[in-house]
């Protein structure tokens, strides 16, 4: 089956930029959607279809997805943006359709 | 606006079932699918499954073949996973979602929002 691997976690002082690298087999030909997840709260989607935002997510969330790696990356990090993050794909070769990766710790120095 | 409302925690013993509802409001219910996806404590996002509320079709994780079932009622917009034979993995929060996709020419894809608030099902003797 498909695997996604994702760093288990990320360190950012505020105001300066995050990166967090979700890798996979040719990943590149795959759409990557990206979930936020605070303490005790649901997911929330803040990246689909590679680097479309929903509305209502800030511009300083971004994504982009080429070769084995897609990366979220987060501009003008804020205290608030700290969280677990997931990336997901849909896998249509794979028994488990949808495969997520194992999330990534994002601490706000 | 759009919002997924599931039912309240589960104490549950081993071996017994659980069934979950996902109640669904600012739609139309039958134009998307619904996923369930799991989260045991302090672990990741595991898919289970998914329910087209148009037509009831059902494609389920292989882990979990034999032991789920998704069902939807339309006239109240809800869906709902029950699952048999419960141990004590798989005590998590089972969270409902609204899936969207695309397809292209080659390929689909399908990603989740919003999702539901989450429901604790603990299975404990």
């Known amino acids: 089956s498909y695997v996604l691997t994702q760093p288990p976690s990320v360190s950012v002082a505020p105001g300066k930029t995050a990166r967090i690298t979700c890798g996979g087999n040719?990943?590149?030909?795959?759409?990557v959607h990206w979930y936020q997840q605070k303490p005790g709260q649901a997911p929330v989607l803040v990246i689909y279809y590679d680097s479309d935002r929903p509305s209502g997510i800030p511009e300083r969330f971004s994504g982009s997805n080429s070769g084995n790696t897609a990366t979220l990356t987060i501009s003008r990090v804020e205290a608030g943006d700290e969280a677990d993050y997931y990336c997901?794909?849909?896998?249509?070769?794979?028994?488990?359709?949808?495969?997520f990766g194992g999330g990534t710790k994002l601490t706000v120095l | 606006q759009v919002q997924l409302v599931q039912s309240g925690a589960e104490v549950k013993k081993p071996g017994a079932s659980v069934k979950v509802s996902c109640k669904a409001s600012g739609y139309t219910f039958t134009s998307y699918g619904i996923s369930w996806v799991r989260q045991a404590p302090g672990q990741g996002l595991e898919w289970m499954g998914w329910?087209?509320?148009?037509?009831?079709?059902?494609n389920y994780a292989q882990k979990l073949q034999g032991r789920v079932t998704m069902t939807t009622d339309t006239s109240t917009s809800t869906a709902y996973m029950e699952l048999r034979s419960l141990r004590s993995d798989d005590t998590a929060v089972y969270y409902c979602?609204?899936?969207?996709?695309?397809?292209?020419?080659?390929?689909?894809?399908?990603?989740?929002?919003?999702w539901g608030q989450g429901t604790l099902v603990t299975v404990s003797s």
């Open positions: 040719n990943i590149g030909s795959k759409s």
């Open positions: 997901q794909v849909w896998d249509s070769s794979s028994d488990h359709s949808v495969v």
């Open positions: 979602a609204r899936e969207e996709g695309y397809c292209s020419s080659t390929s689909c894809t399908y990603w989740f929002d919003p």
């Open positions: 329910i087209s509320a148009y037509n009831g079709n059902t």
